[in-house]
């Protein structure tokens, strides 16, 4: 009786096991020689495991060879770089990882994380999985409670939030096409939420909080150009600028600070940095990141969107199609790709004398507005 032993690093469990030992059993069956074959999944070292499969047929069996000889199993190669050499990632929503680090996927609602592995693909999820149809909450039977309008400037774009009938609400960002895009989701229970609600249902009448004036004749001093607007629109009534209270009472300014809070405003530079992504070439996505990153990070350095479910809280990024986010410049192509202090070597077309972008630290080409982020990392 042969003796065939095989090492396997499991990414399986439960009945998943014992399908992948069938399957092996098959494929070896009559198998005559003695051998170790690593079974380890791509991107992880050997090890794990051992599996004893034996069998009956000693009838044809080839003169033993050593295990680091096999005809059928190569040498391994190095579990976290390509054939050339060079180290293996993967790249998901505009941010690098590594082999074995983990992914963050889904929303807060519907949290989920993967691992980037050796092939260079993000697979091997587990979560709690969306509904099924992937429908948005006002088409799940839920009734839109109140709606919050930021409306857009000069240097920001418009924001929006939807609350809806069963405490939970989402927010979009609405790009200079029009079409909105995801951002964050508040789930259900969520504590922000639940305070605005109590708040805009201690306030009373909508139609008297904020200055219902237009943005040049408000009682608070705004730039035509540059200031916003914020609304709420709920039981058909519409309030004036909730950011312009006229004698307010402390329920009303509550409910301005609710406001914020779910809009996102309260947060440092994040309307600037929303509109940055979306003038550069990015669209603002909500993920899941390590906890205290804050939103929009630095997505060119590996880290801030690496952490585990338990380990992470809902953020917006930019998503930037060819390339990575930077706060001070937007969505930049790879890395080495221009001469700092030179920036026509960002221009595309090094015959133009114009410059196209601006190269920052790390040779990353910034594109100006107008001009687009190559997958070569010129500006076109």
């Not at 693909?121 to 149809?133: E, I, K, Q, R």
Request: glycine share 12%; hydrophobic share 35%; aromatic share 4%.
């Amino acid at each position: 009786m042969n003796t065939h032993r095989l090492r396997a690093q499991w990414v399986v469990v439960g009945e998943n096991r014992g399908v992948l030992v069938a399957l092996i059993m098959l494929a070896l069956a009559g198998a005559g020689c003695t051998s170790t074959m690593s079974l380890g999944a791509a991107g992880m070292p050997d090890g794990g495991d051992t599996i004893v499969i034996t069998s009956n047929d000693a009838g044809d069996a080839p003169a033993d060879l050593p295990a680091d000889s096999s005809p059928d199993v190569p040498t391994d190669a190095p579990a976290d770089q390509n054939a050339d050499g060079t180290a293996v990632t993967c790249v998901d929503h505009g941010v690098t990882y590594h082999v074995g680090d983990v992914i963050p996927r889904g929303t807060a609602a519907c949290t989920m994380s993967c691992l980037c592995l050796g092939n260079g693909t993000v697979g091997a999820c587990t979560g709690v999985a969306c509904p099924a149809d992937g429908s948005p909450p006002d088409e799940l039977g839920l009734e839109v409670l109140a709606q919050i309008t930021l409306t857009r400037s000069t240097n920001s774009p418009e924001f929006r939030v939807t609350v809806y009938d069963n405490g939970s609400a989402d927010r979009v960002v609405i790009a200079p096409t029009g079409s909105p895009s995801y951002l964050r989701a508040f789930p259900h229970g969520s504590p922000e939420v639940a305070q605005f609600l109590s708040d805009l249902n201690a306030v009373g009448s909508l139609s008297a909080v904020g200055d219902p004036g237009p943005i040049f004749g408000e009682s608070c001093a705004k730039s035509g150009s540059l200031g916003t607007q914020t609304y709420i629109v709920a039981n058909g009534v519409t309030s004036g600028d909730i950011q312009c209270l006229v004698n307010p009472t402390s329920v009303q300014t509550a409910l301005a600070h609710d406001t914020d809070v779910l809009l996102g405003v309260n947060q440092g530079t994040y309307l600037i940095d929303s509109h940055t992504c979306l003038q550069t070439g990015g669209l603002p996505t909500g993920v899941n990141c390590c906890a205290g990153s804050g939103d929009f990070p630095d997505t060119c350095a590996v880290g801030a969107c690496t952490c585990a479910p338990a380990s992470s809280e809902s953020v917006d990024i930019c998503v930037c199609p060819n390339g990575c986010f930077m706060k001070s410049g937007g969505c930049v192509g790879p890395a080495n790709i221009c001469t700092v202090g030179q920036d026509q070597t960002c221009n595309d077309n090094i015959a133009l004398n114009s410059f196209h972008g601006h190269c920052l630290d790390g040779g990353r080409c910034s594109c100006i507005t107008g001009s687009t982020v190559l997958a070569s990392g010129k500006c076109s």
